[in-house]
Nanobody, 131 residues
Framework: DVQLQASGGGLVQAGGSLRLSCVASGFTFDDYAIAWFRQAPGKEREGVSCIENSNGNTYYADSVKGRFTISGDNAKKMVYLEMSRLRPEDTAVYYC????????????????????????WGQGTQVTISS
């Protein structure tokens, strides 16, 4: 069975840091891109960051560039999201998701932020930033 499990959320003060983890199982990890999305109450799900497992290429939403870092460990089938200088507007449920890249594996991924592209989703982890 395919599984994605996100963890690491919590409550921190503005300016603080958190590290989210996503562990995957049940699929060929290197053929996929793994992304982090977030969804705040009353808002649409938005792409935060993505990593192409085949070559390590990374992508970020403008709102998190310079503050968040995505990384992966293909041997462990893990993807991490290091979040620093957190702001109250980062409060959301964070999800990891996997997209099979198929013939596009290793290619540039300009549409990484579209939730519809993703095949599998984790259960989400709550991140709350207090002001």
């Amino acid at each position: 069975d395919v599984q994605l499990q996100a963890s690491g959320g919590g409550l921190v003060q503005a300016g603080g840091s958190l590290r989210l983890s996503c562990v995957a199982s049940g699929f060929t990890f290197d053929d996929y891109a793994i992304a982090w999305f977030r969804q705040a109450p009353g808002k649409e799900r938005e792409g935060v960051s993505c990593i192409e497992n085949s070559n390590g290429n990374t992508y970020y939403a403008d709102s998190v560039k310079g503050r968040f870092t995505i990384s992966g460990d293909n041997a462990k089938k893990m993807v991490y999201l290091e979040m620093s200088r957190l702001r109250p507007e980062d409060t959301a449920v964070y999800y990891c998701a996997a997209e099979w890249r198929g013939i596009h594996v290793g290619q540039d991924h300009p549409d990484w932020g579209s939730p519809d592209r993703y095949d599998y989703w984790g259960q989400g982890t709550q991140v709350t930033i207090s002001s």
